[in-house]
């Protein structure tokens, strides 16, 4: 059975999860290689993908709130239309931005940055449930755990990495998710 969660993880333990989902949708493209998305996967290219699986992985724990950080390219129905498929998949409080054509969004990473930070420092969680994969986080992380938070890492294993993976306290690769067949037997007995 996947361990989602640092081991030192309680019932009581609060949790918060911060997600690059600009860079989970482009780290997610490259290995998808052009196939379709799982059935019960939200995806659109550049801009998000996510599950309603991922969403349960931390339960029964307190879960105090998932952040889902990306920015698009249009107007601004096409970003509420965006932050309403993410609440549709479970997650409660998305930030999206709006960029230029072509460009990648620095308040995505800037954003995430502070919020989780801000929230270290004032004790609002325990553990950070951090879904990103580039080393430019490392600073971030060490941060985290100076304020005494732990930091479990999500990714998705396509140019993760390693000083992110060995600065974390815990990591688990989303992609077993993302990537599996909800109809597998293995999948309905770990998943559903």
Known sequence: MPQFLPRSATMQSKIMMFIDGENLA????????GKSPESHVVYEPDVYVW????????DPHEYIRRYYYTSIAGDENKRISIEQALRSAGIESPRVFRKEKGKRS????IMLA??????????????????VGDEDYVPLVECVKS???RVALWFVNNGLSDALLRSSDHFYD?????????NEPAFKMIYA
């Open 26 to 33: 482009i780290r997610y493209a490259a290995l998808l290689a």
């Open 147 to 149: 304020e005494g938070a």
């Open 51 to 58: 599950s309603k699986y991922a969403s349960r992985l931390t």
């Open 114 to 131: 502070t919020e989780m930070l801000s929230h270290a420092h004032r004790k609002n969680y325990d553990i950070a449930v951090l879904v």
């Open 174 to 182: 989303l992609g077993d998710i993302l990537f599996r067949n909800e």
């Open 106 to 109: 620095k308040r995505v990473d």
